[in-house]
Protein backbone atom coordinates (compact mmCIF):
# COMPACT_ATOMS: atom_id res chain seq x y z
CA UNK A 1 0.00 0.00 0.00
CA UNK A 2 1.12 3.50 -0.76
CA UNK A 3 0.06 7.06 0.57
CA UNK A 4 1.16 10.18 -0.30
CA UNK A 5 1.18 11.43 3.71
CA UNK A 6 1.70 9.18 6.88
CA UNK A 7 0.81 11.02 9.70
CA UNK A 8 2.38 8.96 13.10
CA UNK A 9 0.61 9.91 15.98
CA UNK A 10 -2.93 10.94 17.29
CA UNK A 11 -2.99 13.64 19.59
CA UNK A 12 -3.84 17.73 18.21
CA UNK A 13 -1.01 17.71 16.02
CA UNK A 14 -1.43 14.59 14.22
CA UNK A 15 -5.22 14.99 13.84
CA UNK A 16 -4.93 18.70 12.74
CA UNK A 17 -2.28 17.59 10.04
CA UNK A 18 -4.77 14.87 8.69
CA UNK A 19 -7.46 17.58 8.66
CA UNK A 20 -5.52 19.78 6.40
CA UNK A 21 -3.69 16.99 3.93
CA UNK A 22 -7.54 15.18 3.69
CA UNK A 23 -8.46 18.58 2.55
CA UNK A 24 -6.00 18.94 0.12
CA UNK A 25 -6.21 15.80 -1.05
CA UNK A 26 -3.11 13.89 0.16
CA UNK A 27 -5.56 11.03 1.23
CA UNK A 28 -3.22 11.01 4.57
CA UNK A 29 -3.28 7.60 6.19
CA UNK A 30 -2.74 8.06 10.57
CA UNK A 31 -1.43 5.84 12.59
CA UNK A 32 -2.82 6.42 16.16
CA UNK A 33 0.15 4.88 18.16
CA UNK A 34 -0.10 3.52 21.94
CA UNK A 35 -2.24 5.72 23.43
CA UNK A 36 -4.91 6.91 20.63
CA UNK A 37 -5.93 10.44 21.34
CA UNK A 38 -2.83 11.39 22.86
CA UNK A 39 -1.97 12.56 26.35
CA UNK A 40 -5.31 14.68 25.88
CA UNK A 41 -7.37 11.84 26.84
CA UNK A 42 -5.96 11.36 30.11
CA UNK A 43 -6.47 14.85 31.31
CA UNK A 44 -9.79 16.28 32.57
CA UNK A 45 -11.07 19.61 32.04
CA UNK A 46 -9.04 21.89 28.73
CA UNK A 47 -9.71 25.56 29.76
CA UNK A 48 -7.58 26.82 27.17
CA UNK A 49 -8.39 25.45 23.71
CA UNK A 50 -9.87 28.65 21.81
CA UNK A 51 -13.36 28.24 20.45
CA UNK A 52 -14.62 26.43 23.86
CA UNK A 53 -15.76 29.37 26.23
CA UNK A 54 -16.81 26.54 28.52
CA UNK A 55 -13.47 24.12 28.21
CA UNK A 56 -14.08 20.85 27.53
CA UNK A 57 -12.98 17.54 28.68
CA UNK A 58 -9.62 16.30 26.66
CA UNK A 59 -11.55 12.68 25.61
CA UNK A 60 -14.35 15.05 24.29
CA UNK A 61 -11.86 17.31 22.52
CA UNK A 62 -9.93 14.89 20.83
CA UNK A 63 -12.83 12.96 19.47
CA UNK A 64 -14.04 16.32 18.18
CA UNK A 65 -10.77 16.29 16.34
CA UNK A 66 -10.83 12.87 14.94
CA UNK A 67 -14.40 13.20 13.97
CA UNK A 68 -13.01 16.04 12.44
CA UNK A 69 -10.59 14.53 10.13
CA UNK A 70 -12.50 11.51 9.45
CA UNK A 71 -15.02 13.72 7.82
CA UNK A 72 -12.61 15.01 5.43
CA UNK A 73 -11.81 11.26 4.51
CA UNK A 74 -8.49 10.99 6.56
CA UNK A 75 -7.76 6.85 6.78
CA UNK A 76 -7.40 6.68 10.87
CA UNK A 77 -5.39 3.02 11.79
CA UNK A 78 -4.63 1.51 15.07
CA UNK A 79 -1.10 0.50 15.32
CA UNK A 80 2.31 1.76 16.04
CA UNK A 81 5.04 2.83 13.68
CA UNK A 82 8.12 0.70 14.65
CA UNK A 83 10.53 1.99 11.68
CA UNK A 84 11.19 4.31 8.58
CA UNK A 85 13.56 3.59 5.71
CA UNK A 86 14.84 6.76 5.04
CA UNK A 87 17.19 6.24 2.54
CA UNK A 88 14.50 5.30 -0.51
CA UNK A 89 11.84 7.54 -1.99
CA UNK A 90 9.12 6.58 -1.49
CA UNK A 91 9.84 5.88 2.35
CA UNK A 92 9.17 2.67 3.19
CA UNK A 93 7.23 1.88 6.62
CA UNK A 94 6.94 -0.81 9.04
CA UNK A 95 4.40 -1.37 11.39
CA UNK A 96 4.41 -3.07 14.77
CA UNK A 97 1.86 -5.46 13.31
CA UNK A 98 3.88 -6.93 10.10
CA UNK A 99 2.26 -4.54 8.06
CA UNK A 100 4.66 -2.25 5.87
CA UNK A 101 3.63 0.38 3.62
CA UNK A 102 5.06 3.04 1.28
CA UNK A 103 4.65 7.14 2.10
CA UNK A 104 6.30 10.33 -0.14
CA UNK A 105 5.58 11.89 3.14
CA UNK A 106 5.81 11.77 6.39
CA UNK A 107 4.87 13.54 9.54
CA UNK A 108 5.86 12.78 12.66
CA UNK A 109 3.33 14.06 15.67
CA UNK A 110 4.37 11.32 17.77
CA UNK A 111 4.41 13.90 21.33
CA UNK A 112 6.03 13.08 24.30
CA UNK A 113 5.16 10.56 27.39
CA UNK A 114 5.76 11.08 31.25
CA UNK A 115 9.09 11.08 32.83
CA UNK A 116 10.72 9.14 36.23
CA UNK A 117 12.46 10.23 38.63
CA UNK A 118 15.46 7.34 37.89
CA UNK A 119 14.24 5.85 41.66
CA UNK A 120 14.28 1.83 41.64
CA UNK A 121 11.43 2.03 43.53
CA UNK A 122 8.93 3.86 41.27
CA UNK A 123 9.24 1.19 38.31
CA UNK A 124 8.67 -1.79 41.43
CA UNK A 125 5.73 0.24 42.86
CA UNK A 126 4.50 0.91 39.34
CA UNK A 127 0.85 0.50 39.30
CA UNK A 128 0.49 -0.10 43.19
CA UNK A 129 0.35 2.95 44.47
CA UNK A 130 2.99 5.09 41.58
CA UNK A 131 1.11 6.45 38.27
CA UNK A 132 1.81 9.61 35.91
CA UNK A 133 -2.41 9.92 35.83
CA UNK A 134 -3.71 11.32 38.13
CA UNK A 135 -7.28 10.95 36.52
CA UNK A 136 -7.04 7.91 35.66
CA UNK A 137 -5.87 6.41 39.10
CA UNK A 138 -7.47 9.29 41.41
CA UNK A 139 -10.58 6.99 41.82
CA UNK A 140 -8.28 4.75 44.08
CA UNK A 141 -7.20 7.47 46.71
CA UNK A 142 -10.63 8.65 48.26
CA UNK A 143 -9.92 9.88 51.17
CA UNK A 144 -6.35 8.62 51.16
CA UNK A 145 -2.72 10.67 51.53
CA UNK A 146 -1.03 10.89 48.11
CA UNK A 147 2.01 13.18 46.66
CA UNK A 148 1.96 14.90 43.04
CA UNK A 149 6.27 15.33 42.30
CA UNK A 150 6.23 18.69 40.30
CA UNK A 151 6.37 22.16 40.48
CA UNK A 152 4.87 22.76 36.82
CA UNK A 153 1.19 23.20 35.31
CA UNK A 154 0.81 19.48 35.08
CA UNK A 155 1.74 18.59 38.55
CA UNK A 156 -1.07 21.65 39.81
CA UNK A 157 -3.45 20.09 37.90
CA UNK A 158 -3.20 16.80 39.32
CA UNK A 159 -2.92 18.20 42.58
CA UNK A 160 -5.46 19.90 42.59
CA UNK A 161 -7.88 16.95 41.20
CA UNK A 162 -6.34 15.04 43.88
CA UNK A 163 -7.29 17.55 46.10
CA UNK A 164 -11.12 16.44 45.37
CA UNK A 165 -10.56 13.11 46.25
CA UNK A 166 -7.81 12.42 48.70
CA UNK A 167 -7.61 13.19 52.06
CA UNK A 168 -4.39 15.11 51.89
CA UNK A 169 -2.15 15.88 49.21
CA UNK A 170 1.62 16.74 49.44
CA UNK A 171 3.53 18.33 46.51
CA UNK A 172 7.32 17.31 46.56
CA UNK A 173 8.78 20.64 44.70
CA UNK A 174 12.55 20.46 44.28
CA UNK A 175 13.05 24.45 44.01
CA UNK A 176 12.05 26.92 46.55
CA UNK A 177 8.94 28.08 43.75
CA UNK A 178 6.12 26.54 41.66
CA UNK A 179 7.47 26.98 37.55
CA UNK A 180 3.27 26.58 37.31
CA UNK A 181 1.57 29.80 35.81
CA UNK A 182 0.08 32.13 38.33
CA UNK A 183 -3.60 31.12 37.99
CA UNK A 184 -2.81 27.31 39.25
CA UNK A 185 -0.65 28.37 41.62
CA UNK A 186 -2.74 30.40 43.41
CA UNK A 187 -5.45 27.55 43.06
CA UNK A 188 -3.44 25.14 44.60
CA UNK A 189 -2.61 28.00 47.52
CA UNK A 190 -6.04 28.21 48.35
CA UNK A 191 -6.51 24.88 48.91
CA UNK A 192 -6.45 23.93 52.60
CA UNK A 193 -5.87 19.89 51.72
CA UNK A 194 -2.87 20.43 49.67
CA UNK A 195 1.00 20.76 51.48
CA UNK A 196 3.53 22.38 48.99
CA UNK A 197 6.90 20.54 50.12
CA UNK A 198 9.54 23.46 48.94
CA UNK A 199 12.89 22.48 48.33
CA UNK A 200 11.94 18.89 48.58
CA UNK A 201 13.38 15.73 46.80
CA UNK A 202 12.10 12.36 46.71
CA UNK A 203 14.88 9.21 47.36
CA UNK A 204 12.59 6.20 48.27
CA UNK A 205 9.27 4.80 48.51
CA UNK A 206 8.24 2.91 51.53
CA UNK A 207 6.00 -0.36 51.01
CA UNK A 208 6.68 -3.71 49.76
CA UNK A 209 3.49 -4.49 47.61
CA UNK A 210 1.98 -0.77 47.57
CA UNK A 211 3.22 2.90 48.52
CA UNK A 212 3.05 3.46 51.83
CA UNK A 213 5.14 6.29 52.33
CA UNK A 214 7.96 8.42 50.77
CA UNK A 215 11.23 9.12 52.08
CA UNK A 216 11.90 13.25 51.57
CA UNK A 217 15.20 15.10 51.71
CA UNK A 218 14.84 18.82 52.39
CA UNK A 219 17.72 21.27 51.39
CA UNK A 220 17.49 24.85 51.70
CA UNK A 221 20.45 25.17 49.67
CA UNK A 222 22.20 24.94 52.67
CA UNK A 223 24.67 22.09 53.82
CA UNK A 224 22.55 20.65 56.27
CA UNK A 225 19.81 18.15 54.95
CA UNK A 226 16.83 17.22 56.73
CA UNK A 227 15.52 13.52 56.15
CA UNK A 228 12.32 12.83 56.95
CA UNK A 229 9.25 10.49 56.22
CA UNK A 230 5.71 11.09 54.88
CA UNK A 231 3.01 8.26 55.06
CA UNK A 232 1.12 8.34 51.13
CA UNK A 233 -0.86 6.14 49.76
CA UNK A 234 -0.48 7.27 46.40
CA UNK A 235 2.75 9.05 44.80
CA UNK A 236 1.90 10.75 41.20
CA UNK A 237 4.71 11.82 39.02
CA UNK A 238 4.31 15.08 37.08
CA UNK A 239 8.01 15.89 36.33
CA UNK A 240 8.26 16.93 32.80
CA UNK A 241 7.87 14.77 29.66
CA UNK A 242 10.00 12.94 27.28
CA UNK A 243 9.23 13.19 23.66
CA UNK A 244 9.00 10.00 21.65
CA UNK A 245 11.45 9.57 19.61
CA UNK A 246 12.94 6.44 19.90
CA UNK A 247 11.32 4.48 16.86
CA UNK A 248 13.41 7.09 14.38
CA UNK A 249 16.77 5.02 15.69
CA UNK A 250 18.96 8.06 15.25
CA UNK A 251 17.38 8.48 11.61
CA UNK A 252 16.54 11.97 11.91
CA UNK A 253 18.10 14.54 13.62
CA UNK A 254 17.23 15.40 17.40
CA UNK A 255 18.26 17.68 19.50
CA UNK A 256 20.61 16.89 22.83
CA UNK A 257 16.82 16.40 24.89
CA UNK A 258 15.78 14.18 21.83
CA UNK A 259 13.36 16.21 20.64
CA UNK A 260 13.00 16.04 16.61
CA UNK A 261 14.84 19.50 14.73
CA UNK A 262 12.95 21.09 12.21
CA UNK A 263 14.53 24.23 10.40
CA UNK A 264 14.12 27.19 8.56
CA UNK A 265 11.35 28.19 10.66
CA UNK A 266 9.40 25.52 8.72
CA UNK A 267 8.18 21.46 10.14
CA UNK A 268 11.02 20.21 8.09
CA UNK A 269 13.56 18.01 9.89
CA UNK A 270 16.59 17.13 8.57
CA UNK A 271 15.47 14.32 6.10
CA UNK A 272 13.49 15.78 2.87
CA UNK A 273 10.16 14.92 3.12
CA UNK A 274 9.57 14.13 6.88
CA UNK A 275 8.14 16.66 9.01
CA UNK A 276 7.58 17.00 12.92
CA UNK A 277 4.79 18.92 14.43
CA UNK A 278 3.33 18.94 18.10
CA UNK A 279 5.01 17.81 21.23
CA UNK A 280 7.51 15.49 19.57
CA UNK A 281 9.46 18.68 17.74
CA UNK A 282 8.69 21.61 20.80
CA UNK A 283 9.99 21.15 24.03
CA UNK A 284 9.13 24.60 24.64
CA UNK A 285 5.47 25.66 24.33
CA UNK A 286 4.03 21.99 24.35
CA UNK A 287 0.57 23.43 24.49
CA UNK A 288 -2.62 21.18 22.64
CA UNK A 289 -3.34 24.55 20.59
CA UNK A 290 0.68 24.74 19.27
CA UNK A 291 0.48 21.53 18.65
CA UNK A 292 -2.60 21.61 16.71
CA UNK A 293 -0.90 24.87 14.79
CA UNK A 294 1.95 23.05 14.41
CA UNK A 295 0.38 19.98 12.89
CA UNK A 296 -1.86 22.62 10.12
CA UNK A 297 1.75 23.72 9.18
CA UNK A 298 3.45 20.28 8.39
CA UNK A 299 0.76 19.17 6.70
CA UNK A 300 1.15 22.59 4.35
CA UNK A 301 4.87 21.89 4.38
CA UNK A 302 4.00 18.48 2.90
CA UNK A 303 1.53 19.61 0.70
CA UNK A 304 4.37 22.09 -1.05
CA UNK A 305 6.98 19.45 -0.69
CA UNK A 306 4.76 17.05 -2.92
CA UNK A 307 4.05 19.47 -5.30
CA UNK A 308 7.75 20.03 -6.17
CA UNK A 309 8.23 16.05 -7.01
P1 LIG B 1 7.28 21.47 33.28
O1 LIG B 1 8.55 21.18 32.58
O2 LIG B 1 6.65 22.81 33.12
O3 LIG B 1 7.48 21.26 34.85
C1 LIG B 1 8.13 20.13 35.33
C2 LIG B 1 8.23 20.26 36.84
O4 LIG B 1 8.85 19.08 37.33
C3 LIG B 1 9.09 21.45 37.30
O5 LIG B 1 8.58 21.96 38.50
C4 LIG B 1 10.43 20.78 37.52
O6 LIG B 1 11.20 21.42 38.49
C5 LIG B 1 10.01 19.42 38.04
N1 LIG B 1 11.03 18.40 37.82
C6 LIG B 1 11.63 18.04 36.67
N2 LIG B 1 12.50 17.04 36.87
C7 LIG B 1 12.47 16.79 38.18
C8 LIG B 1 13.14 15.87 39.01
N3 LIG B 1 14.05 15.01 38.53
N4 LIG B 1 12.87 15.88 40.34
C9 LIG B 1 11.96 16.73 40.84
N5 LIG B 1 11.27 17.61 40.12
C10 LIG B 1 11.52 17.64 38.79
O7 LIG B 1 6.31 20.29 32.84
P2 LIG B 1 4.73 20.20 32.86
O8 LIG B 1 4.41 18.82 32.44
O9 LIG B 1 4.17 20.69 34.14
O10 LIG B 1 4.26 21.21 31.73
C11 LIG B 1 4.74 21.09 30.38
C12 LIG B 1 4.14 22.22 29.55
O11 LIG B 1 2.73 22.03 29.43
C13 LIG B 1 4.35 23.59 30.17
O12 LIG B 1 4.54 24.51 29.13
C14 LIG B 1 3.04 23.85 30.86
O13 LIG B 1 2.77 25.22 31.02
C15 LIG B 1 2.04 23.16 29.93
N6 LIG B 1 0.81 22.75 30.64
C16 LIG B 1 -0.22 23.63 30.64
C17 LIG B 1 -1.39 23.32 31.28
C18 LIG B 1 -2.48 24.32 31.26
O14 LIG B 1 -2.27 25.42 30.80
N7 LIG B 1 -3.66 24.00 31.73
C19 LIG B 1 -1.59 22.05 31.99
C20 LIG B 1 -0.42 21.20 31.97
C21 LIG B 1 0.72 21.57 31.30
P3 LIG B 1 12.02 22.77 38.18
O15 LIG B 1 11.04 23.88 38.14
O16 LIG B 1 12.94 22.80 39.33
O17 LIG B 1 12.74 22.54 36.88
Not at 7 to 12: A, H, L, V, W
Amino acid sequence: MKTKCLIIGSGPAGYTAAIYASRANLNPVLYSGNQPGGQLTITTEVENFPGYPEGITGPELMDDLKRQAERFGADIRDGVVADIEVGTRPFRVKIDNGDELEADTIIVATGASARFLGLDDERRLWGMGVSACATCDGFFYRKKRVAVVGGGDTACEEALYLSNLAAKVYMIVRKDYLRASKVMQERVFAKENIEVLFNCNTVGLIGDDFVEGAKIVENKGTNEERHFDIDIDGFFLAIGHTPNTSFLNGKVELDEAGYVKTFGGTTATSVEGIFAAGDVADPRYQQAVSAAGMGCRAALDAEKYLAQL
